[in-house]
């Protein structure tokens, strides 16, 4: 049997010790200013029934969903393609709706939804959660974009308070200011968005006009005057959007600007009165990272019904590493109408590439022993077991090269490992009840008892 060369697929990736270390930090900082928040940790399945997922995202994202295929011969009964299906899009559809009814969720929102649906009657409301799990899209893969990669996610639903999009901005503040990074913390509504298309006189083309002034950052305003026009936009509501898409000074005089421009559009200045309310008690609060109002900020899932919010890195080039909104009715989708929630995301994936980049970890931080016991045979191991023991039962990372081998190979695997200290027993130190503890960075060698290697290894 020919061998095969291993390898994953692309988009995924394996992840060494060390490299953990580096995520586990992130999570363990972001896990602990969700709890001082208040927000409790639910889970939920890696897979959902395709109807969870489908029709929640928007065109863009349906097409990245992972679908999987049903089990057992999935081809089975597959009835012939309905009449007049002849573009491919709709045979795809079709084709799909037999043969997989489950799918890899896309984000951690919708299936959260499902969940608070499912359990209302155990949940105390308003609901505040938070989440750490990965999630999937069939995505191209390209720098800080993955197939697989893990969100962390605190959500409060059951309220309708504007205080708590304050209080998604106070946690989005804490953990960057935690992790070192500095962030332009960006806000927009939905609302605003939709007294724009009203403004314009295209109400009925929010999401075509969303979808396009979401790509102005990356591909510029040509472009999305392009687009716009592609979908239907006609030139007199372009040229009445353009003025808009490049507003620009203090967020008093954009205020000032949309008041006028939403004369006419109730919904309009509806988003800008809650817009005033969350930036200026976010103002009051004098937190560290600014936030700033952007008109242009669409992001492009389509159960944002209030504010929206997106983060960036100021000092490494990379794409949103937070983001999230308001979405009034998403639960209503399964049965449980007017269940206002806003939650924000951390994309953990993109905030490790940027703190590497950066080199923002602790320079301690590694996923090593602090101690290695060299095994000089079987009295000595008896002997080193009894003291591994009690340095672990202190909380003090250790162990015993598992077999009696040459001291050099022990002492090359301490290296190798980045292990700092060697502890060295023969029979000598057994009889005096001491050890000879090794500085392997600077070569140094004593001997110490067994409460002064504890005291020494726990600095």
Sequence with gaps: MSSQKPSIPKGTRDFSPAEMVRRN??????????????????????????STLMGKYGEEGD???????????YLDGLPEAESGMRDAGSRLVHLTRHIAEKGLRYDLTVPFARFVVQHQND???PFKRYQIQPVWRADRPQKGRYREFFQCDVDVIGSNSLLNEVELGQIIDTVFSRLGINVLIRLNNRKVLAGIAEAIGAPDKLTDITVAMDKLDKTG?????????????????????????TLEGKIKEKFDTLTSFF???????????????????????????????????????????GTIIEVKALDAAMGSICGGGRYDDLTGIFGLPGMSGVGISFGADRICDVMSELKLFPETLQAVSRVLFVNFGTEEEKYCLKQLADLRKA???????????KLKKQMEYANRKNIPFVILVGKDEMEQGQMALKDMRSGEQKICTPGEVKQILSW
């Design 25 to 50: 930090f992130i999570f363990d900082v972001i896990r602990n200013v969700f709890q001082v928040f208040g927000y409790q940790p639910i889970e939920t399945p890696a897979m959902e029934n395709l």
């Design 63 to 73: 097409k990245l969903l992972f679908k999987i295929l049903n089990s057992g011969n």
């Design 123 to 125: 949940l105390v409301f």
């Design 221 to 245: 305003m040509d472009k999305v005057v392009d687009e716009l026009i592609e979908r239907g936009i006609t030139y007199e509501s372009v040229e009445k959007l353009q003025p808009i898409l």
């Design 263 to 305: 004369a006419n559009s109730t919904i309009g200045q509806k988003g800008i009165e809650e817009m005033r309310i969350v930036l200026q008690h976010l103002k009051d609060l004098d937190l560290k990272n600014k936030f700033d109002f952007d008109i242009t900020l669409a992001r492009g899932l389509s159960y944002y019904t």
């Design 395 to 405: 909380g003090i990372p250790a162990e015993l090269y598992p077999d009696p081998s």
